[in-house]
């Protein structure tokens, strides 16, 4: 559920939706969901100072509740 709202938000931000990927692995606290965008979205994804950035993970830690989850935003070209 969590993949699915984060990749949602992030869609209607971009410029390239078709280029958004949400990807979720467990760690030993809890999740970490990495969003891939295309290099050219990643300042909007970001934002002025990093305000959307926050707001996204804000909205994202309030829809985990209690659960531990980090978000990382990466573009397509960063190699994992």
Partial sequence: MLEEALEHLVKGIVENPDDVHVRSRRIRKGKVLEVRVHPDDLGKVI??????????????????????????LLDLNEVH
Avoid at 51 to 67: P, Q, W, Y
């Fill in 47 to 72: 934002g002025r100072n990093g305000r959307t950035a926050k707001s996204l993970r804000t909205v994202i830690g309030s829809l985990a509740g209690n659960r531990y989850v980090r978000v990382d």
